[in-house]
């Protein structure tokens, strides 16, 4: 999105170093990549950049909001909210598609949100690997507040372990080894000493949990949360002592209330010229005029799951249960990456960490995704080079 940059990237850019690139992948962590990663990393201009963190701003100073909580208190699905919910989300996520405004420059769109973890051991492997193998100008960062890939790790250890001794702290999934994310699970036990625990194997005794490993008991006193109810409701026969929704002692990171409260649900409380206008559907009476400029999303649906581009008046009165579903106004992502095989669009992650006693989250890394398809996402995009997932290093 630098021009300057993008034109020495792409003249200089060798797909038998993409190949050396991706042959490292499988050096580190064999077996372990399970999607695809794109040919460049992406050039965030400054004006980008300031606007990103100006929508930020501006998006956690809704969340932090009084009445958030009350207003928010329906996102949690019945039968699956968590006893010991903190007080904030200790991790905030924000996707912006990059577009253009009326006068033709570039600006971000707020398309999710989520108060849930994410690739947070997998993005600093990918900040280091580019620079390796491909142009990665002076003046440009992966990190933000001043962090480096040191000084990220570093204050990422002190949120995750703190004082805790390494294996008190595990990473829950359901199945690790089998989710196409696992990479990151590999890149956190790498970089923190974090264990990937199944749900499976976790065992209860009253109010505290444990694991086994090398023929011990381990206590588990913080949980880095990553299995969320949208996969376990898909497994109705998963046999487990321990279920999400029992009162425990432990800590979580992040709690899964969070995961229910900052997410599609959130949209509509939002106000900000960065963010596109969200209505709840059980709200619309009538509906917009202009409905083939909106996309209709499920609230309790992920992943991209059940999102409907195209949708008519017909179509929006046939639902039954309205209360679960989100219209939200279209955006257009703009092809704002010149690839040698054509444009390419963009969505930047934005990842903050919010430990205890903070009054903000902090802006610590980011995630790109790089599309040609009709959506974000690893499935619109099988048949397509110079997509998939990426970074960003912004102007500093």
Request: with cysteine; charged share 25%; glycine share 6%.
């Amino acid at each position: 999105m630098v021009e300057k940059h993008r034109k020495i990237y792409n003249d200089r850019f060798n797909p038998d170093a993409y190949q050396a690139f991706m042959r490292q992948f499988e050096l580190d962590f064999p077996g372990q990549l399970d999607f695809r990663v794109a040919e460049t990393p992406l050039f965030v201009p400054k004006a980008l950049k300031d606007q990103i963190l100006q929508a930020g701003e501006e998006i956690i100073d809704a969340l932090l909001q009084p009445e958030f909580k009350n207003q928010t208190r329906r996102a949690i699905p019945p039968g699956c909210e968590v006893p010991n919910e903190d007080e904030h989300p200790s991790f905030l996520v924000l996707d912006y598609a990059v577009c253009k405004d009326a006068h033709g420059n570039l600006t971000p769109q707020l398309i999710e949100l989520q108060g849930f973890t994410t690739l947070f051991g997998y993005q600093p492997y990918m900040a280091s690997l580019y620079p390796k193998f491909f142009y990665v100008p002076e003046g440009f960062s992966a990190y933000f507040n001043g962090l480096d890939h040191s000084s990220y790790l570093q204050e990422l250890r002190r949120f995750f372990i703190g004082d805790l001794p390494e294996e008190q702290v595990i990473l829950l999934e359901i199945f690790p080894e089998k989710q196409k994310t696992r990479i990151d699970f590999a890149a956190t036990k790498k970089y923190f000493g974090i264990e990937p625990v199944c749900l499976t194997k976790v065992r209860r005794s009253g109010r505290s949990l444990y694991y086994e490993k090398d023929g011990r008991k381990i206590d588990i006193r913080r949980i880095f949360n990553r299995v969320i109810f949208d996969e376990l409701d898909t497994l109705p026969d998963l046999k487990t002592e321990f279920k999400l929704t029992d009162d425990v002692d432990v800590e979580w990171l992040a709690h899964p209330n969070w995961f229910f409260r900052v997410s599609k649900f959130s949209l509509p409380l939002l106000q900000s010229p960065y963010v596109p206008e969200s209505f709840f559907l059980h709200h619309l009476d009538p509906y917009p005029d202009d409905l083939e400029n909106y996309v209709l999303k499920p609230l309790f649906s992920f992943a991209g799951q059940g999102v409907r581009l195209n949708i008519t008046k017909a179509d929006l009165d046939a639902i039954v249960n309205k209360e679960n579903f989100l219209l939200q106004r279209k955006v257009t992502y703009e092809p704002v990456l010149q690839s040698p095989s054509g444009g390419v669009k963009v969505e930047l992650r934005m990842m903050y960490i919010w430990p205890k006693g903070q009054e903000r989250p902090k802006l610590v890394i980011n995630l790109g995704r790089l599309s040609k398809g009709e959506m974000i996402g690893v499935r619109y995009n099988v048949d397509f080079d110079w997509v998939g997932s990426s970074i960003g290093y912004f102007e500093i």
